[in-house]
Each structure stands twice: as structure tokens, then as C-alpha cells.
């Protein structure tokens, strides 16, 4: 397996995480301890996350199938 399927697979597995898994986990394992109240993520953040993880889908996609011609 050539190493560009590969980076590939570890890209698309990336996106379905930051699809599958709650936003609010995510926010909450990487960005709740640089608040003061706590409060939960917001719409923006939550629209960032979906939009990376449909881009890491891609870029995957992309990257593993440009080495089978």
C-alpha cells in the first residue's frame, strides 16, 4: 500500500471523527478550559467542525485515489 492511500485513509478517518463524534465532545476535550463560565460551543464553532471534517473527507478522497491510474 503506496504511503499517499494511506495518508489518505488517515485523512477520511479524521473527517468521519469530527462528523460522527458530538461537537460538544470535541469543544469540550479541546476548547472548554479556555473559557471562564463553561458554556457550551457555539453555532460557528460547531459549523467549523462540520465543514473540516466534510474537507478532510475530501482532501482524503482525493489524495488516495490520485495514485491508482
Known amino acids: 500500500?503506496?504511503?499517499e492511500a494511506v495518508a489518505g485513509m488517515?485523512?477520511?478517518a479524521m473527517g468521519l471523527s469530527l462528523l460522527l463524534i458530538s461537537?460538544?465532545?470535541w469543544w469540550r476535550a479541546t476548547e472548554k478550559w479556555?473559557?471562564?463560565d463553561g458554556?457550551?460551543?457555539s453555532g460557528k464553532y460547531?459549523?467549523?467542525l462540520?465543514?473540516?471534517g466534510a474537507a478532510f473527507i475530501v482532501a482524503g478522497?482525493?489524495?488516495a485515489l490520485s495514485r491508482l491510474k
Open 10 to 12: 488517515i485523512l477520511c
Open 34 to 36: 479556555k473559557t471562564r
Open 61 to 63: 478522497i482525493i489524495l
Open 46 to 48: 460547531i459549523v467549523l
Open 23 to 25: 461537537p460538544d465532545v
Open 50 to 52: 462540520r465543514v473540516l
Open 39 to 41: 458554556s457550551g460551543p
Open 1 to 3: 500500500m503506496k504511503q
